[in-house]
């Protein structure tokens, strides 16, 4: 019954979109995020990136002559109601394209939507390889968790000299599960070898027993593949409760202020690492413009959500201007041309399976702030062969 009430939503979409009108004074963009709910920090900067990118947009004359306007439907970080979010977007709002999620999880439910609709989407943050499996509406501009997962082992293996590793990952959440998995696969291949894998889920507040393990399993690095929310909480539990001083390292989904100040101080122990996409205390011009213009604008630091909401909003922008129109299958169409965009997250090119290729940051958290440590380019991750775990 529910794949059939899904197919009759999916159908009364395509319906929809097939008798909507062109508007004539403004282009309609879509934005669905988590503006609420334990992963609120997330929508919230990439909102702020996309009206910051969109309002200087539209101060400079808009595109094809007309203003664009944002309309940000809320999912509180849940993924049924981010079908919900992204069905009124396109047959209420009648949205050319839409932008989100940051959560790979709902915007594998959102991309199907999209795609089952003709109505490009733009992810401007969510790394799980299935969100552009298959699709030809879906892209992203940020790397994908094969890259990451591969990119963070290799950090693990060869800037740490970490041997032996530890997992503690979210079982349902699709994100820290390929991650987790894609780190494994290449921290085993350098020749490290993994001695806990650890699970929780979302919404968990006592993560001891797994810590407990994976202390006596006694690793030289634990990663965490989650996001903020959880991610503090373990840092927490691990550093004061059962004195655990190891590297900890995690990937883009710590990023968030919140719990760069909650960790700062003592609980930074031998090191807090996470890969990320953007570092705002990055010295290019562009990234220093960016910063200066949202904090004008917001009185605060920019965070790699904030970024990406901006470079995604700027693309999708481009892409209008290039197609010369707001039919959604030309916008596709110039999406897929995409090529060198001078993004404030580095420069972006739109791969033939829509995702963008670029390079990962790996930050340190110290004393409240994030510092590069490692820029690593995605040939950089190219899984050597195997060879025979280390023996501890």
């Known amino acids: 019954m529910r794949a059939i009430a899904c197919l009759g939503a999916l ?86 394209a839409v932008l989100g999620e940051v959560a790979s999880s709902r915007s594998i439910v959102g991309g199907n939507i999209c795609e089952s609709a003709g109505i490009p ?45 530890a997992i503690l990952k979210d079982r349902k959440n699709e994100y820290s599960v390929g991650l987790a998995e894609f780190f494994a696969k290449t921290f085993e291949q350098l020749g490290g070898r993994i001695v806990a894998d650890e699970n929780y889920q979302e919404g968990d507040v006592d993560f001891k027993p797994q810590l407990a393990k994976i202390k006596a399993a006694d690793p030289d690095v634990l990663f965490v593949p989650g996001y903020y929310t959880e991610c503090g909480l373990i840092l927490k539990q691990a550093r004061r409760d059962l004195g655990m001083n190891l590297p900890v390292t995690g990937g883009d989904g710590w990023d968030s202020a919140s719990l760069i100040q909650e960790i700062r101080g003592d609980l930074e122990g031998q090191g807090v690492y996470f890969g990320n996409h953007f570092s705002p205390f990055e010295q290019r011009p562009e990234v220093q413009e960016f910063v200066k213009k949202f904090k004008e604008r917001y009185g605060e630091l920019p965070d790699a959500m904030a970024a990406l909401g901006y470079d995604a909003a700027r693309i999708l922008v481009d892409a209008i201007r290039r197609a010369g129109s707001t039919d959604p299958a030309k916008i596709r169409d110039a999406l897929e041309q995409t090529k060198d965009f001078p993004g404030v997250t580095g420069r972006i090119t739109i791969d033939e399976h829509h995702n963008a290729q670029k390079p990962l940051l790996v930050l340190r958290i110290r004393d409240g702030k994030t510092q590069v440590v490692a820029t690593i380019p995605p040939m950089e991750v190219e899984v050597r062969p195997a060879r025979a775990p280390r023996t501890r």
């Open 11 to 96: 159908a009364a979409v395509i319906a929809l979109v097939g008798c909507r009108k062109p508007e004539s004074d403004v282009i309609k963009v879509g934005h669905f995020a988590s503006m609420t709910g334990p992963t609120a920090t997330f929508g919230q900067s990439t909102d702020k990136g996309i009206r910051l990118a969109i309002d200087e947009i539209n101060k400079q004359g808009g595109v094809l002559g007309k203003k664009i306007v944002v309309i940000t439907e809320d999912d509180a970080g849940k993924t049924e109601e981010a079908a919900a979010a992204v069905q009124k977007l396109i047959t209420r709002d009648r949205v050319v």
């Open 121 to 165: 989407m733009i992810s401007p943050a969510s790394t799980n390889p299935k969100v552009t499996q298959g699709k030809k509406w879906v892209f992203r501009i940020c790397f994908v968790d094969t890259f990451q997962g591969a990119a963070m082992a290799r950090f693990c293996f060869e800037h740490l000299k970490a041997r032996t590793a």
